[in-house]
């Protein structure tokens, strides 16, 4: 291997620990791991259903053809130190490293276990004598986890959270309370006659 094709594989990033005559620092090279050539590279971009993953695997396959750091970050959409990261990410974990990992989210305000208290007493449904309520609405449901646990949830929060046990939304159909179920029946058995006779 020549010292050209060594130069080739390394994307050059700062180094705390050398420094130039007039102090600067001076920067340190990363090796590129070996075990990936610039045609697998990409070959693994065209194959990759993710655009993100897919430009950075092109830049790293620029960097391996001995492109200068820049024009291969310009392949990837991206700075030097940016390519330097996904180096060290790609160095790491291979091809699965250049993925963007998903953010875990905030940390849910209700433990399972209070989650799966509220889930039965949704599924036991309100008493009317005592929770002065027929049905449980989420604003009732908000009402009680503040109650019992000192934690207050949105409506749209205590909705989510009956969705993810498995409750769906229902709501009656509207009924005028003038309504009359003779007439009804008398409407559904004309309306059947005229729409056999058509």
């Known amino acids: 291997m020549s010292q050209g094709d060594s130069l080739a ?40 259903r993710d655009a993100n993953r897919a430009r950075r695997l092109l830049a790293l396959a620029g ?49 399972p276990g209070q989650q799966a208290e509220i889930a039965a007493l949704v599924e036991a449904g309100p008493d009317p004598e005592t929770d002065s309520v027929v049905r449980w609405r989420c604003v009732d449901l908000r009402r ?23 409750f769906s939304h229902v709501s009656p159909r509207p009924q005028h309370p003038d309504q009359e179920a003779a007439v009804i029946e008398d409407f559904k058995k004309n309306s059947r006659r005229w729409w056999r006779k058509r």
């Open 63 to 111: 960097v391996r053809d001995g492109m200068s750091r820049e024009a291969a970050a310009l392949i990837g959409g991206m700075d030097r130190q940016t390519l330097r990261d996904w180096v060290h990410a790609f160095n790491a974990r291979g091809p699965d490293g250049l993925v963007n990992a998903k953010a875990p989210g905030a940390k849910p305000k209700l433990s």
């Open 144 to 166: 009680i986890i503040m109650a019992r646990y000192a934690i207050d949830l949105d409506e749209v929060s205590v909705g989510r959270l009956l969705k993810a046990s498995g």
């Open 9 to 48: 594989n390394r994307v050059v990033i700062p180094s705390p620990d050398r420094a130039t005559d007039s102090g600067a620092e001076m920067p340190a090279a990363v090796e590129l791991r070996d075990d990936f050539s610039a045609i697998e590279l990409r070959r693994l971009a065209t194959r990759s």
